[in-house]
């Protein structure tokens, strides 16, 4: 079991922090932030402010409020949630966020956690979550493990770092923007990000989840934009019917095989071997069809 925060890397004394009620938890390494855990109201919380070097540069306070205001209008248990824009001593102006105690999608799959039925509820709540996202005309833009998060208790995901998001209702930060591994074709190749721009980085999150997903998850990353699907609602549909259509064959079985134990059970004696065959098929059977 991972024993940090998702938020959490490798937690020590940041030198230039000057606020000891503050904790330095996390440096974007190739970014422009900080994360320090701090509390209020003696609630634990998260502040996300810019590097010494980027606090007094006009171009990354507009991305660093712009972020904040794209991720306060968010709403949902499947989203970090930002609760206020504070300046705080040290640290200059920060968003206060929730704290999540948990782990990060991307370390908690290199650690084969989960079975089939869990990683399939987790692409499920992701879908509930982007699709909300998406309905707010708002586009993530840089989907991918590191950016989610899963809750100690239940591991349920909660997607973070709107730091490159777009929104209708922005005017700056239109430029593509992602990371390469995630990013649709059509924002590598210079194109606006879209809704299924995000689907697209979800197939690619998707093709580490296990075999099992892999033709959603081929769709989902469609070059063609045209090919994917064209929601993550419609992502989840799929998802759902790969839970319903597994089990029925399963049951077939196991009315067959308890039909038979019963019919085993009126001619033979109960200890007899045959009908502890039975039984014992059914018992297979049944764990069998179980969700994995």
């Excluded at 999608?105 to 399939?120: C, N, S, T």
């Amino acid at each position: 079991m991972i024993q940090t925060s998702g938020f959490f890397k490798d937690p020590s004394p940041f030198p230039e922090m000057s606020n000891p009620g503050l904790e330095f938890i996390h440096e974007t390494p190739d970014g422009h932030c900080l994360l320090f855990k701090g509390y209020r109201n003696d609630k634990m919380v998260v502040y996300k402010t810019l590097k010494p070097v980027f606090r007094d540069d006009p171009v990354y306070q507009r991305m660093l409020r712009r972020e904040y205001e794209i991720g306060i209008s968010l709403k949902h248990p499947g989203i970090c949630e930002m609760l206020a824009w504070t300046s705080v001593q040290g640290c200059g102006d920060c968003i206060e966020m929730e704290y999540i105690d948990g782990c990060r999608l991307d370390k908690w799959l290199a650690e084969h956690l989960g079975d089939v039925a869990q990683r399939r509820r987790i692409l499920s709540d992701l879908c509930d979550a982007l699709e909300y996202i998406h309905r707010k005309q708002v586009v993530h833009k840089d989907l991918k493990p590191e950016n989610i998060l899963l809750t100690r208790y239940g591991f349920y995901p909660k997607i973070i770092d709107f730091g490159l998001s777009d929104a209708d209702s922005i005017l700056t930060g239109k430029d593509p923007a992602g990371t390469w591994m995630y990013a649709a074709p059509e924002v590598k190749s210079g194109g606006m990000a879209e809704a299924r721009s995000d689907i697209y980085s979800l197939g690619r999150i998707m093709q580490q989840m296990g075999p099992e997903f892999s033709a959603i998850a081929r769709k989902c990353s469609a070059k063609d934009i045209d090919k994917r699907y064209p929601s993550a609602e419609a992502v989840k549909r799929d998802l759902e019917k790969m839970r319903i259509t597994r089990r029925p064959f399963s049951f077939v079985l196991i009315s067959l095989l308890v039909a038979a134990g019963i019919a085993a059970a009126l001619f033979l004696k109960r200890d007899d071997p045959v009908e502890n065959l039975f039984l014992e098929a059914v018992e297979q059977v049944r764990q069998a069809s179980m969700p994995r």
